[in-house]
Every structure is written in C-alpha cells, then in structure tokens.
C-alpha cells in the first residue's frame, strides 16, 4: 500500500471508531479529502483507493487539478473563502461549495450555475464562537440568510460549515456542538439541512462526536503541506 493509501484507511478507522463511540453508522459521514498544495498525481493516488471527493481552497490550483484529473470523474468541493470576482469558475467546476457567508456570493453563485448542471450543493460558514477567521454569518444572521439562500434555484441549500479555532482535548467539542444545535434550530424552522461539514484532521473526532455528516480532512491523508494554508491570513483574521 502507498503511503496516501494507508493513511486513507487509518482516517477511516478514526472515523469509523468516533462514529461507533456516538453509536452513528460511519456509512453516516463522508470523508472529503482536502488535497489543497498537493499535486494532480496525490489526488489520482488517493482515487485509485475508491476516494472521490476532494476539497480545495485555492482557485486556481484547483481548475489545474480539475482539469488535469476530468477523466476520473472526481468530485470537487470549494472549502475556501470565495471571492466576488471567482464566483463564475467555482459554480462552473464545482459540486460544492461549502464556504458560502453572505447572501451576494450566494446570488453570483447561483446566476453563473451552468443549467446543464444540477445545482450546486451549497453550506453556510458560520462564526461560531472561537471560530479562526473572520469569516462565516454570525449565528444571529444565519436564518434570514439560509431563507434567501435556500429561494435561489440553481443552489441547493445543504447544511452548515465551520472552521473553530484549534483547540485540545474536550474543548474541541464545545464549537461543533454550537454548530449543530443551530442546524438542528433551522430545522425546526422548516429547512430541511442533512449536512454538518465539520472536523478536520485534529479534531475530527470531536466533530463526529457532535454529528458532523462530511469531515474535511487533508494533512492525515497527504501529510504536512509545505506551502502555508494561507487562509487564515486570506480573511485578514488576528486569531
Ligand atoms: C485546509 C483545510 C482543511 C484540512 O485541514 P487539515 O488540518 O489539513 O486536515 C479543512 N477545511 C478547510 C476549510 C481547510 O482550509
């Protein structure tokens, strides 16, 4: 086995262990590769494992990638933050994008969603608290921009997203806990919201420990990337 392959199986078995713990059935969550810095040749290693869904923060390193990898058929999810003026390329190659925080992108997204495509499956970024960026609806605002966002047709509304700030042990859990009381609020509203996209590769556990349905996990399946994940200092953020 490759390296990228058995790390694949060891972040299923930390899933597979975490979800038996909050007696959830693993087949419950689904785990988005986030192959962000790495190469076309990581990501076709990780799909040759049955892998096929791959998160991506950067634009244009991820069109090379999709471009380069169109043959796999593999799906694409945009995590990172979303510039007005990249709304078009995202809603054109993307399945999803899971990092949606205010209610223009949401529109610029949904205008330029080619009709040959379904709608792109869409996540709201919440702030909750000791969330690390700026980023993200504040829980206060988070119904009325589900509300609009959900009447756009070419998006389909799916659920909720955070990034908390790092943090150990039992404190992790306090964050993704907040995130899903809020969905399970919208809910009870009337949205009908099957997705948490919640838990990266230190915190993973917890996230599932509080429901997450898809963990975005990138360093435990291609190891320590050796450019800077630049995101935090994207969203100009002093954590
Ligand atoms: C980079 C990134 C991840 C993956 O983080 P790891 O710690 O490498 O697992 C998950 N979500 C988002 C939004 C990211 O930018």
């Known amino acids: 086995m490759t390296t990228i392959a058995s790390a694949?199986?060891?972040?299923?078995?930390?899933?597979?262990?975490?979800?038996?713990?909050?007696h959830r059935s693993p087949d419950d969550i689904q785990l988005l590769a986030v192959s962000k810095t790495w190469p076309a040749?990581?990501?076709?290693?990780?799909?040759r494992?049955?892998?096929?869904?791959?998160?991506?923060?950067?634009?244009?390193?991820?069109?090379?990638k999709i471009e380069a990898l169109r043959a796999l058929a593999l799906e694409w999810h945009f995590i990172g933050p979303?510039?007005?003026?990249?709304?078009r390329p995202i809603a054109e190659n993307f399945a999803w994008a899971h990092s949606v925080d205010r209610l223009n992108i949401a529109q610029r997204l949904n205008d330029a969603r080619p009709p040959a495509l379904p709608p792109l499956n869409v996540c709201l970024q919440v702030n909750v608290s000791g969330e690390a960026t700026k980023s993200g609806v504040d829980?206060?605002?988070?119904?009325?921009?589900?509300?609009?966002v959900a009447a756009l047709p070419r998006l389909t509304l799916r659920g909720l997203m955070t990034i908390p700030r790092p943090a150990a042990g039992a404190a992790q859990r306090a964050p993704f806990q907040q995130l899903r009381q809020l969905r399970e609020s919208l809910m009870r509203q009337g949205f009908s919201l099957?997705?948490?996209?919640?838990g990266m590769s230190s915190d993973l556990d917890a996230a599932v420990a509080e429901g997450a349905t898809i963990v975005r996990v990138g360093t435990a399946i291609f190891g320590a990337r050796q450019r800077?994940?630049?995101q935090r200092i994207d969203n100009g953020s002093t954590p």
């Open 49 to 64: 494992t049955g892998q096929r869904a791959f998160g991506e923060s950067y634009l244009q390193e991820a069109l090379d």
């Open 194 to 198: 099957d997705t948490l996209s919640m």
């Open 8 to 22: 694949l199986t060891s972040v299923k078995r930390r899933i597979a262990a975490a979800a038996e713990a909050a």
């Open 139 to 148: 829980p206060e605002t988070l119904p009325a921009l589900a509300r609009a």
């Open 82 to 87: 979303i510039q007005r003026n990249k709304t």
């Open 228 to 230: 800077e994940d630049n």
């Open 41 to 47: 040749a990581a990501v076709a290693e990780a799909a």
